[in-house]
């Protein structure tokens, strides 16, 4: 009889200039994984520790927005990318290369390259952690993370509602298949305090929670729907940087803390 063949091994390229790589993921559109990704990497820094963030959304950059950033990178060669720095965070996104407006129409292989050239050719420098904010879905950069660049591990952001698990769960899978380690899971959006101070749970109780127990994956925390979070994102200064002290910058700074005792 014969055997199957062993799977193939993929040569994994370590990001130079920084100790860990840390994919922040949702598989679903619209559930506020930018906006965590960024304000988990500025919890990270109040923690001590030296963070950069990349932005991998090659269709839908959202960093420059996020973090009120609008510069074009330096190259002393032509080849190798400084990145920007902003709040003491090393910062790297195709939305710093093009226009704010201009469409990216690109074919697999052009995200290929460019997600290549931002994990190869930007010299990052004396980071402890990157933070990649991974494009919604499964598709090319997933999988180019996934089997060609050294990570530690994936952080998976979801609203609770069933539609948005349904891209989790298949996100799961596929970090699972191409040998990824799961972190944990984090519910966004989890509820809205009233004024009358209780919680409304607007897109449902608990689903990643329960998401997490089923596929045997570390539950990290709830985030609410919180105004303050909304205005500090859209005036590019996000809220566990200009107010750690807030209620939700606590939150993210417990998530911080279960993700930095992975690190160590």
Partial sequence: MSQKPPPKQFVKTPINGTKSVILVSSAKGGVGKSTVA????FALQNLGLKIGILD???YGPSLPKLINLNEKPKSQDGKAIIPLEKYHVQCMSMGFLVDEETPMIWRGPMVISAIKTMTQNVLWKDRDVIIVDMPPGTGDTQ???????KVDGAVIVSTPQDLALLDVKRGIQMFDKTGVKILGLIDNMSYFKGD???NYKIFGDSGVEK???EFDKKFLGHLPI???LRSSSDKGCPLTYSDPEHEVSKLFLDIAKKINQFLN
């Fill in 226 to 228: 919180h105004q303050d």
């Fill in 56 to 58: 991998a959304d090659v």
């Fill in 143 to 149: 999988l180019t993370f996934a089997q060609q660049v």
């Fill in 38 to 41: 960024v304000n988990l990497a």
């Fill in 196 to 198: 009358d101070g209780k």
């Fill in 211 to 213: 998401t997490a127990k």
